[in-house]
């Protein structure tokens, strides 16, 4: 029942940063884990990040270390702000339900949006 609208995708330089925004159709209070998700052309949709409803976080080996996930449950928003991209970061950006909690992985149940497309090249 949850939707997602993701913004804040775009064009930058190996290097350079986005900050990915997720704006909630309705409140975020009630949901457990949240996360980051990414395709690419001709892969399967991977996790990148996920985030607990006390804000506890995972990464995926790949991004950690560069990427920050957050939450702001007061305005219904999620965020991802990306640091020192590379080019194999280039994918589109979706959020949603699910991820890593505790050593376990909770399964998205909410529908897909259309994603915020990054693209990182020189």
């Known amino acids: 029942q949850v939707q997602f609208v993701e913004s804040g995708g775009g064009l930058v330089q190996p290097g350079g940063s986005l900050r990915l925004s997720c704006a909630a159709s309705?409140?975020?209070?009630?949901?457990?884990?949240m996360g980051w998700y990414r395709q690419s052309p001709g892969k399967q949709r991977e996790l990148v990040a996920s985030?607990?409803?006390?804000?506890?976080?995972n990464y995926a080996a790949s991004v950690k270390g560069r990427f920050t996930i957050s939450r702001d449950n007061a305005q219904n928003t999620m965020y991802l702000q990306m640091n020192s991209l590379q080019p194999e970061d280039t994918a589109v950006y979706y959020c949603?339900?699910?991820?890593?909690?505790?050593?376990?992985?909770?399964?998205?149940?909410?529908?897909w949006g259309q994603g915020t497309q990054v693209t990182v090249s020189s």
């Open positions: 309705k409140s975020i209070f009630t949901i457990y884990v």
């Open positions: 949603n339900t699910g991820g890593y909690y505790s050593g376990r992985y909770y399964e998205t149940i909410s529908s």
């Open positions: 985030i607990s409803s006390a804000g506890s976080t």
